[in-house]
């Protein structure tokens, strides 16, 4: 009896130390796999205006005739500019600021509209300043005396809501994201990745070459990178260029910020007046900088463009086709501006949401970034920026650029003392627990052959 028991024990115990070792094995491999990068997906275009409680719901709800645009104000909270008590009160409700105003939306546009008519002069751009309630018109360095004096006369006979401003340098396009793509023509920066489904592409700027241009990923023209299938400009400001491969591969979801760092792009949205917001570019980096008016102008010396973002952020030639974006949400590609970034400048950005309608073409996010937002065609609530400071966004989650597991097997992983050290406890005690009834059994079993052996002889 007392043996059946002890040869019971040390079956158990055999048992617990084998069932050990394949509960560490378990661990250890699903940490490995948890240590892996996520796939990428695609993301269908969309904006937040139809976002409840945000400043673009509110001026689609009171329309165009009853606002005047809406911003972030600088303590993060949403201001609608509307021209009656009704609609003060409306917003206020909603718990926004409203600020009363004289101009409607209507009248800006109108007034937007009257200058397109007018004769064409390169160097100048304009765009509506919904917080002082006024057309901007700004003509830059190479504007003559007397362009300038006949954009006065028509501003003038707009009326007084029309301000015209002298700015420094010229308004430009930056051909020489946010890696750099080379080709023949010039050297420009990757914006974002898109899919139609089928195949991926690099969404840039459209100045930075016409159809068929073969880009490049290094200035030896020895890594074709792919070619530009779709090209619109001017007018608007995008381009399409088809990977060689077909694919984006590993770390398609994420922007280069410098440094071998990246941002991952999570989203894609329209901005906001008054948020902050980040661009990057294969010649100056990272920089950020404030939105400062929308659907505004830019005559270039190539053509005109429409539909554009304003932001005080900086860039240099090169930087063409770079990616602006916000806590990981896709904003817009870098068209031109003024300035550098020793002095500051303008910039302007083509919306990533008119350039992916209009190429039928989605964003391509990683899969966990995709499975969040659902089915909801808006982008998560991290994309409301009319609920954001603008002093307190950020460029978004950091990761390598070059994607967390590019080239990594799973004996990496495994080998990898992050992922190892919860399973490694569990086998290397469950390794000694076996070793030890082994041992214990052997030494029981020597004992008993003594005994038996000592027996036999009396």
Known sequence: MRHARRRMVRRVTRLAAVGGLLLGG?????????????????????????????????????????????????????????????????????????????????????ATATLRSAPRVAGT????????????????????????????KVASGIGSFVRMERTKGTFTTRLNGAAPILSTGGRCSAGFNVTNGQT???????????????????????????????????????????YASGTAGQGADIVAIGNGNGVRITGVSDPVVGERVFRSGSTSGLHDGEVKGLDATVNYPEGTVTGLIETNVCAEPGDSGGPLFSEGIALGITSGGSGDCTSGGTTFFQPVTKAMQALNVQLIVSKQAAAQQGASPAPSASATHSA????????????PATGTSTGTTLLARLSDPRNIGPGMLVIGGSMIAL????????????????????????
């Not at 940490?31 to 409840?52: R, V």
């Not at 009834?437 to 009396?458: N, P």
């Open 388 to 399: 954001i400071a603008p002093n307190t966004t950020s460029p978004g989650s950091t990761t």
């Open 125 to 152: 751009a304009w765009v509506m300043d919904y917080r002082t309630n006024q057309v901007v018109v700004q003509a830059d360095s190479t504007v003559s005396a007397s362009d300038w004096s006949d954009m006065t």
């Open 200 to 242: 991926d592409f690099i969404l840039t700027a459209g100045h930075c070459g016409p159809n068929g241009s073969i880009w490049f990923a290094n200035s030896q023209g020895n890594q074709q990178l792919g070619t530009t299938v779709q090209q619109n400009f001017p007018g608007s400001d995008f381009s399409l260029v088809q």
């Open 435 to 458: 070793v030890a009834t082994r041992w214990i059994r052997a030494e029981q079993d020597r004992k008993d052959y003594r005994r038996a052996y000592s027996a036999s002889w009396g």
């Open 26 to 110: 378990a661990m250890v491999t699903q940490a490995a796999m948890a240590s892996e990068s996520p796939g990428t997906s695609a993301l269908p275009f969309s904006a937040k205006g139809n976002t409840p409680g945000t400043g673009a719901s509110l001026v689609s709800q009171l329309g165009t005739a009853r606002t005047a645009g809406t911003w972030v104000g600088a303590d993060g909270r949403t201001v609608v500019a509307v021209t009656d008590k009704k609609a003060a009160t409306e917003v206020e409700r909603a718990g926004a600021e409203a600020k009363m105003v004289g101009h409607s939306m209507n009248e800006l546009k109108a």
